[in-house]
């Protein structure tokens, strides 16, 4: 009997023996850089001669790891090594498929600065981020070993019938396709392998090519808890070549994926396509991203609705879906909060997140990132008033920091306003009242988060039903959703809603059986 689920702590850094503890585990990580990483397929050790680094953002020349090139010849051989797989894990009794969970779930528990400290290094990501998100991964093991127990024999739900007994059972689907992102690169890829293996599906995994160290460790946990070979396949590659091929393959069942509006759409459509030899309709779970927005009315705590829309636009540098990147503002309140919002957004500590837990901000992932952002900046020079930020942060090491950037009277319908950008830039926008101040955040492609604070009853309930969003929250930031407390999925073009950490995900990684016996 296991115990009910608890979402797991976080890590109190003002504590001197958990600084310390941390920053052990940093030493213990850096000592691990450079190694070479193979692809694993049917629990076999593959090298290749062509190789790609997976590079330090604070240090670009600091590569923390080299992994395999992988090719389409690759793929087919992952997938025919799923299926095979297949036809004996789908037999799996559901308890037994729950413990490599919660077996995974328990080291990483015991290895949490390790994993965290991956992500300092690999991704970027300040102290307390990479700590919410090792948490969060742990969330994702214990919730859906406990929630794939749940639903697996769902026959008690059936009405009485008459001479004849009665079954309705969720079973797998078959090898489903995983590709993740490189922003939550511990606690996505947990969640989309749990969720993949708990319900008796194989699993062919392409992490991210900016993070493939960290999603690396996570399937360790599970290979080096016995899971059959062939159950978890690991490749990486550029996406255009090895996520395409995966997804177009005619032995895949299902595509689960978390990444930009432009890819997630390209897979929805191919995805879709019937290919020759292929038997079924692929599932598309698609979290595909947001341009979210804090409103706030006359009658707000206008601190906390400051706080809340700096902590929801800046964590981990505004790389979230999640992130509240658009404040909309009524006109009454609009020139204190922005004051107050520049004010604290000025006192955010940029630098190498490995420097200590008091950096608030580290870089951004990469190259591209710094290009796409600082055309957005200019953009937003020109589309708004700038605040304050707007600049790279030079290093001697050439890392890829910037500023944390905001814009004041940005015109609701611009470009800053509307795309997202994924990085450290917030546009604060006027509305002459709440009315026009949810309409405003309506007005997006996107419907993923969304924020409101105010202090009127009548207001939030406006909201509860007319702010089209997949997770709102009132008088607190956007971002910040826990397991199984606020399950995550978006409308719209933040894709299909697959509510994750929620109590019906484990459905759409299955398909449920009803069977009859006449006695």
Known sequence: MLPPYVNEALTDFSKPENRAAFDESLHRVKAELGKTYPLVINGEVISTKETFASVNPSRPAEAVGHFAQGTREHVDQAVASAARAFESWRKVPVGERARYLLKAAAEMRRRKHEF???????????????????????????????????????????????????GFYYIPLGVGVIIP??????????????STLVTGNTAVFKPAEQSPWIAYKVCELFWNSGLPDGVLNFLTGPGDIIGARMVEHPQTR???????????????????????????????????????????????????AAQGIVDGAFGFQGQKCSAGSRAIIVDEVYDRVAERVVELTQK???????????????????????????????????????????SPVETPEGGYFIQPTVFGDVPPDARIAQEEIFGPVLTLIRAKDFEQALAIANNTEYGLTGAVFTSRRDRLEQARQDYHVGNLYFNRKCTGAMVGVHPFGGFNMSGTDSKAGGPDYLLLFTQAKSVAERL
Not at 126 to 150: G, H, K, M
């Open 116 to 166: 965290s400290a991956v992500m300092v290094l690999e991704a970027g990501k300040p102290w307390n981020e990479a700590d919410a998100d090792t948490s969060e991964a742990i969330d994702f093991l214990e919730y859906y070993a406990r929630q794939a127990v749940r639903i697996a024999d769902s026959s008690a739900q059936m009405a009485e019938f008459p001479d004849e007994q009665l």
């Open 181 to 194: 992102p490189w922003n939550f690169p511990n606690a996505i890829p947990a969640g989309m392998v749990a």
């Open 254 to 304: 299902f595509i689960s994926f978390t990444g930009s509006r432009e890819v997630g759409v390209k897979i929805y459509e191919n995805a879709a396509k019937v290919q020759p030899g292929q038997k079924w309709l692929k599932r598309s779970i698609l979290e595909m991203g947001g341009k979210d927005a804090v409103v706030v009315d006359e009658t707000a705590n206008l601190a906390a």
């Open 348 to 390: 955010l500590n940029v630098g190498a997140p490995d420097a200590g837990p008091n950096v608030n901000q580290g870089p951004v992932i990469d190259k591209d990132a710094v290009h796409k952002i600082l055309g957005y900046i200019e953009l937003g020079t020109q589309e708004g008033k700038l605040l304050c930020g707007g």
